[in-house]
T-cell receptor, first 114, second 114 residues
Framework: AQSVTQLDSQVPVFEEAPVELRCNYS??????LFWYVQYPNQGLQLLLK??????LVKGINGFEAEFNKSQTSFHLRKPSVHISDTAEYFC????????????FGAGTQVVVTP | DGGITQSPKYLFRKEGQNVTLSCEQN?????MYWYRQDPGQGLRLIYY???????QKGDIAEGYSVSREKKESFPLTVTSAQKNPTAFYLC?????????????FGPGTRLTVL
């Protein structure tokens, strides 16, 4: 079984400042990793995913994430945020050895202010 | 356009009534899922289906029922046995042929019990 911990429930940030959202996971097998974004009253949209290869993954809207196997982390970053980045962000994992359910973290609410 | 549709967007129900939430996809995905979202709790899996005429309980199936008679459709019924049904409900779909479980989400239905 897998579990996901998002270390911050809310992250306030000023416009044009950088942001980092932290995600740690626990699993007895190797995992695939995902970050999703949810804008208010909408469904989830995939930001990026790590399947294999380079540990630095680039996604949509200027976001990137780095997979660190030794620290079992997959932190999400953006060098300069916009007001439109205000949303909830979810980290998720699924096992690589078989088809498995996605396990989601509790989410991090990002609030960008001018 | 390919995607997932959920209807209605907002739904109001009186206590003691069953209600059915619709989910349709035209992505030709075999797998479909229902999640419940409550503030601060992330997404919790209610039911999922990997193939037509088959489905499995997720983590919080009590008080819910589903059917999968067509590949494109996976309706969720919230029964009167669900003690606290007010929530945001998300439907998703994905592939089963690949090992990584990337899911695509609908826009959600917000259910309020009056």
């Amino acid at each position: 079984a897998q579990s996901v911990t998002q270390l911050d429930s809310q992250v306030p940030v000023f416009e044009e400042a950088p942001v980092e959202l932290r995600c740690n996971y626990s699993s007895s097998v190797s995992v695939y990793l995902f970050w999703y974004v949810q804008y208010p009253n909408q469904g989830l949209q995939l930001l990026l995913k790590y399947l294999s290869g380079s540990t630095l993954v680039k996604g949509i809207n200027g976001f990137e994430a780095e997979f660190n196997k030794s620290q079992t982390s997959f932190h999400l970053r953006k060098p300069s945020v916009h007001i439109s980045d205000t949303a909830e962000y979810f980290c998720a994992v699924s096992p690589t050895d078989s088809w498995g359910k996605l396990q989601f973290g509790a989410g991090t609410q990002v609030v960008v202010t001018p | 356009d390919g995607g997932i549709t959920q209807s209605p967007k907002y739904l109001f129900r009186k206590e003691g009534q069953n209600v059915t939430l619709s989910c349709e996809q035209n992505l030709n995905h075999d797998a479909m899922y229902w999640y419940r979202q409550d503030p601060g709790q992330g997404l919790r899996l209610i039911y999922y289906s990997q193939i037509v005429n088959d489905f499995q309980k997720g983590d919080i199936a009590e008080g819910y029922s589903v059917s999968r008679e067509k590949k494109e459709s996976f309706p969720l019924t919230v029964t009167s046995a669900q003690k606290n049904p007010t929530a945001f409900y998300l439907c998703a779909s994905g592939l089963t042929g690949s090992s990584y479980n990337e899911q695509f989400f609908g826009p959600g239905t917000r259910l309020t019990v009056l």
